[in-house]
C-alpha cells in the first residue's frame, strides 16, 4: 500500500488547528462549569435542595440530623421547652415555615406544570 504523505507544512497547520479546537472546546467546557458551579453555590438553590418535598421527608431528616447529631437535638428540645413558656415566638417561626413551606411548594408546582396549548382558534 501507498500512503500519500502531505507536505509537513500542511500536516503543521492541521496540527495547530486541531489543538486550537481542542483549547475552544475546553474553555468551553469551563466555562459551562463555572456557571453549573455559580447555580449550585447560590445560598437560595441550597437551601431548597435541603428543604424536602414532603412530610414525611421532613420528618425523615429530623430523624437522621437527630441520630447524627446529638447535641443538636438536645439543643433543640432544651430551646423547645424554654419557647413553650412564651408561645407567641414559637407560634410566630411556625407560621413564618408554613408559609415559606407553601410558597416553594406553589413555586414548584408551577415549574412542574407545562403551559397549556395554544387556542385552536
Known amino acids: ?19 486550537r479546537s481542542q483549547a475552544a472546546i475546553e474553555r468551553q467546557t469551563i466555562a459551562i462549569q463555572a456557571q453549573n458551579l455559580k447555580s449550585k453555590l ?4 441550597q437551601i431548597m435542595s435541603m428543604m424536602p418535598t414532603s412530610g414525611s421527608g421532613l420528618l425523615a431528616q429530623i430523624g437522621r440530623a437527630a441520630i447524627r447529631y446529638p447535641y443538636l437535638a438536645s439543643t433543640g428540645s432544651t430551646l423547645l421547652l424554654s419557647q413553650l413558656r412564651n408561645p407567641r415566638r414559637l407560634l410566630l417561626g411556625g407560621t413564618v415555615g408554613l ?3 407553601a410558597i416553594s411548594k406553589r413555586k414548584r408546582l408551577r415549574e412542574e406544570t407545562p403551559p397549556p396549548p395554544p387556542p385552536l382558534f
Not at 503543521?12 to 489543538?19: F, G, N, P, S
Open 1 to 19: 500500500m501507498n500512503r500519500h504523505r502531505e507536505s509537513p507544512s500542511v500536516e503543521r497547520k492541521i496540527r495547530i488547528e486541531l489543538l
Open 42 to 45: 447560590d445560598p437560595r438553590e
Open 99 to 101: 408559609i415559606i413551606w
